[in-house]
């Protein structure tokens, strides 16, 4: 199956700072990635839907001017979560699927912590 | 509204003895079921996709089939290490977006 990678694992930071997540599709081209949200023992929750070379579009409730997401080539997305606070630490997961497929396949997650 | 539902939300099984997930959906324009592995501090592991009623697919001790309004997961003889939370999303007309029911959490104890 398809490898959807994300740096980093995990990270540790303080509140009010921003930290960035990276999220390639290794041996793909995606045109769409998405991006979840999951806290302790329940299912996952989409935060956006980031699309190669245009806005995001986030879920209702979602700040799009918090959480930042840019889709800079067919490989890659990122997402900067910013001015951090304690309530941002969470599991957060993209995946990506090939065009016009159906199947997403999914990172293994970053554990983004805010102290 | 776009649903998907998972049960049980738990599941306790000893080793060897077979048992079923349900997913049920209401899914307008269904273009798939997915069904999705996660282990613990991990991103789900894709484990099938189907598109029609009727159809089933498996892999090694799993086995998925889909209806119009739900899909089973089988596991036949589990082992411990088929412990995990299974999760069932839907795929419909709007792009790729998957809708995820709530997941299973199953416990194999050898």
């Known amino acids: 199956g398809a490898v959807v990678s994300q740096h980093p694992s995990r990270v540790i930071c303080k509140s009010g700072t921003s930290v960035k997540i990276e999220c390639r599709s290794l041996d793909f081209q995606a045109t769409t990635m998405f991006w979840y949200r999951q806290f302790p023992k329940q299912s996952l929750m989409l935060m956006a839907t980031?699309?190669?070379?245009?806005?995001?579009?986030?879920e209702q409730g979602v700040e799009k001017d918090k959480f930042l997401i840019n889709h800079a080539s067919l490989t890659l997305s990122t997402l900067t979560v910013t001015s951090a606070h304690p309530e941002d630490s969470s599991f957060y997961i993209c995946s990506a699927g090939e065009e016009n497929l159906a199947t997403q396949y999914f990172g293994p997650g970053t554990r983004l912590t805010v102290l | 509204e776009d649903q998907v539902t998972q049960s049980p939300e738990a599941l306790r099984l000893q080793e060897g003895e077979s048992s079923s997930l349900n997913c049920s959906y209401t899914v307008s324009g269904l273009r798939g079921l997915f069904w999705y592995r996660q282990d613990p501090g991990k991103g789900p592991e894709f484990l099938f996709t189907?598109?029609?009623a009727g159809e089933e697919k498996e892999k090694e001790r799993l086995k998925a089939t889909l209806t119009k309004k739900e899909s089973f997961l089988h596991i036949t003889a589990p082992k411990p290490e088929d412990s995990a939370t299974y999760l069932c999303a839907a795929g419909y007309n709007a792009g790729n977006m998957l809708t995820f029911g709530g997941g299973t959490r199953l416990m194999v104890k050898p």
């Open positions: 189907l598109y029609s």
């Open positions: 980031s699309n190669e070379g245009s806005k995001a579009t986030y």
